[in-house]
């Protein structure tokens, strides 16, 4: 099976099925008589854009997400509600404390997501740098980041 085939199949599965995990998606490719590994799966739904969002059971499933719809924000918010343990602010940076493995995904996601008012970010493994543009104050951000955290 070619690399548009088998996306065109990933995509009609997720349009038909609830599917949260790659490894069901890797088993539903053996039933039709294809053998793919995972990591192709995982190189398919980076492509493809997918993102996963809430079920009704509490869980999460692939979604393939609308025009509108800003994957990376949603991304962010979800990981930052996940994470999120203090921000502190002064003279045009946002410190965040987030749990240990998590600061590197979120200082990728706010580059991703390019607010207009993040001048870049710096990060280790659980703190996040945010640094502002000239004339943003820190408090309009810390609004932002609060707003992210609302569930």
């Known amino acids: 099976m070619n690399k548009k085939t ?3 199949t990933l995509l009609a599965l997720i349009q038909t099925q609830q ?4 490894e ?4 539903h490719f053996e039933t039709l008589g294809e053998t793919v590994t995972q990591a192709t799966i995982s190189r398919d739904i980076n492509e493809l854009g997918l993102i996963k969002v809430p079920n009704a059971h ?3 499933h692939y979604h393939l997400p609308k ?8 991304r962010l918010r979800r990981v930052l509600q996940q994470s999120f343990l203090s921000q502190r602010a002064q003279r045009g940076q946002i410190f965040l404390k987030v749990q240990p493995g998590s600061g590197q995904m979120v200082a990728n996601l706010f580059e991703q997501v390019n607010f207009p008012e993040v001048f870049g970010t710096l990060s280790d493994d659980s703190a996040v740098l945010v640094l502002l543009k000239d004339g943003v104050t820190a408090n309009q951000m810390t609004n932002i980041i609060q707003k992210l955290l609302e569930k």
């Open 24 to 27: 069901d998606i890797v088993a």
């Open 19 to 22: 599917v949260g995990r790659q």
């Open 58 to 60: 509490g869980g999460f």
């Open 67 to 74: 025009q509108d719809d800003r994957p990376h924000l949603q």
């Open 6 to 8: 088998r996306q065109k």
